[in-house]
């Protein structure tokens, strides 16, 4: 039942968000009309009603098309739930919120729909309203759902798991799992199941660059979850294995493993900035003081009496910065560090934006070290 609920919520999350794509693409006049959210929840509901025999009168249940899925949110979220049978209804009902979601869209009469007043308070909620503006929705929605998991247990010591890469491979016999990987799995089974996919090869290379598992998309053709390692491969380490084990998967190394690994270059000039006197101190995640875990990545006291906030991002485009849910305090400097590879074209789309341009700066950590004052 675990799995039913966990993919009929992706079904209707990721239907919601594909219509919020969808009706702003029709409001931009974008002529791509391709939306991968909505794609995949009509994939989910296909796949459920196969699996679960989710038939009424002879008719699937679930939306399978793009069309259904408009039509199953015009409607209160009860009229699907109630078709469902007893078990999963009931299920439904108990575990989610769901049931009492009234009408997400409304028919103007002209073949087109609007969002309705319940459908923008649905998207304001966390895991949505993080999601609905990026790029991909899809992975960002899931990244949010691991931020919640990790918030259920010891944040800090989980994430700083997640960021070093003797745990980007975990192997499958236990007798050769570190002491530390063991306690994870046991004590938070649900973490490691949404941030590791089960390995079915039988070698496994690392990147000598970022040190990720790398894909192999056909026999001897390699590539890195980051596409800048692409050019290095030839250079790539093959992993000791002891059976199949687990690989961390592609969403964890895009939102926690490779920011982790720019907060340590960050954590180390921040250092050399208290041993010079630059720096009086600094808290690593200090929104976890304010009951709001990862608010920012850092937050500097400078020996000027500056207060900065600093929060690193690796990301392949400056959308998603620009487009970033910021936290501000009041009297602090919002500063975005990037790697030292990013353009100043790439600086400038972000820092000369209307959403950016004296409320954040992005600065590259060579930037960062001279604004500290070390070398």
Known sequence: MKEFLENFSKMIDYGFLGVYRRQKMSEENVETRFVPALAKACGIGALLNLKY?????????????????????????????????????????????????EALLEGTGNGKVIITEEGYIMLAESKLHAS?????????????LIYEELCKGDYVKNRHFLEREENVYIPENAITQSEEQAKLIKAYP?????????????????????????????IGVFSCVSKKCNAQLDKKIEIEMHGLG???????????????????????ILEAGKEIGTVEQYTLWPGKYEGIYDTWDFKVQMNNGRTLL???KDVEHPHWIINDTREYLEGAEFIYIVPDDKTKIYLNQINDHASCAGKVQCL?????????GVK
């Open 310 to 312: 600093v929060d690193a």
């Open 246 to 268: 687990w690989v961390m998967s592609d969403i964890v190394a895009r939102n926690i493993y490779y920011p982790g690994r720019l907060e340590q270059e960050i954590k180390e």
């Open 132 to 144: 609905k503006d990026e790029m991909d929705q899809i992975s960002e929605y899931n990244g949010q």
């Open 190 to 218: 649900e973490l490691f199941r949404m941030c590791y996919v089960k390995n079915t090869r039988t070698s496994l290379y690392r990147c000598k660059r970022c040190g990720m598992v790398l894909r192999e998309n056909r």
């Open 53 to 101: 025999e989710l038939f009424k009168d002879g008719k699937r249940i679930l939306p399978e098309t793009e069309f259904q899925i408009f039509k199953m949110f015009e409607l209160p979220l009860e009229a699907i739930i109630d078709d469902l049978p007893e078990k999963y209804r009931d299920a439904v009902v108990e575990s989610t919120s769901y049931y009492d979601v």
């Open 364 to 372: 590259r950590v060579k930037e960062l070290k001279k604004l500290i």
